[in-house]
């Protein structure tokens, strides 16, 4: 507990902290209503909840960089031999780490999915479309799993902090798993494209925020067991790396 109330001192110090996390409220918020502006009648397959959760593109990028930023200016500034000197074991101070970015990433997500739900609903509601209510059946599931995405995502970012020691690396890192896999991913040869499509650990944990589901899609808990695995094995990598090189 002293470790993990020395690491939330650092965290609220830093501005970083802040900004990304408003940065994932606010753009979550803002792509979800821009990617509905444009719809003038429901599809078929319509699910307004996923609808108004496609800003997650953009805030899952930005909430991963909130993960990385709790560890990458320790190396950058040189000071991570100052705590790795106050806390030598190392595992227990990425562990803290990792509990003090959860729970910001918890208000965080939490903060996001209902702001945009939120928006997006009134917006539909006004423009006389279906909209998605809480006491729709699957709403409540897909808002929690939403939050529960997005802190996941989140802890990746901590991992991959530990393994890049650069912002820069973690940015791009990310930025390739998070965005340019899922879009290139259905573009591959058979079978691998439809394989990495459907269970990519990314594209799988978003079922977990589907309401209405399509053809072929995994069920919303099992995608989001593959992402949090994916996150235990990198997370798991971080750690090993930790005690293995040097500060």
Do not use: C, N
Request: aromatic share 4%; hydrophobic share 55%; glycine share 10%.
């Amino acid at each position: 507990m002293r470790t993990i109330r020395s690491e939330w001192t650092k965290l609220r110090g830093l501005r970083s902290t802040w900004i990304t996390a408003a940065s994932t409220v606010g753009s979550g918020a803002a792509l979800g209503v821009l990617g509905a502006a444009d719809l003038t009648a429901p599809p078929e397959d319509w699910d307004p909840t996923a609808a108004s959760l496609k800003g997650f593109l953009f805030a899952q990028l930005v909430i991963g960089m909130l993960g990385a930023l709790s560890v990458t200016p320790e190396y950058a500034t040189g000071t991570i031999g100052t705590s790795l000197a106050a806390v030598p074991a190392r595992s227990r101070l990425l562990a803290a780490k990792a509990a003090v970015v959860a729970a910001i990433a918890v208000a965080t997500g939490l903060a996001t999915t209902l702001v945009s739900f939120a928006a997006v609903q009134l917006m539909l509601d006004v423009a006389g479309l279906p909209p998605a209510t809480l006491s729709d059946p699957g709403v409540p599931r897909a808002l929690v799993g939403g939050t529960l995405y997005l802190t996941i995502i989140a802890l990746i970012g901590v991992a991959v902090g530990a393994l890049t020691r650069s912002t820069t690396s973690s940015l791009a890192v990310l930025v390739g798993a998070l965005l340019l896999v899922p879009a290139l991913a259905p573009g591959l040869p058979a079978p691998l494209g439809d394989w990495l499509a459907r269970h990519w650990p990314i594209t799988a944990g978003q079922a977990v925020y589907t309401v209405v589901p399509t053809d072929g899609a995994l069920t919303p808990w099992l995608g989001l067991a593959i992402l949090a695995a994916a996150a235990a094995a990198i997370s798991t990598a971080s750690h090993a790396a930790l005690h293995t090189r040097d500060a």
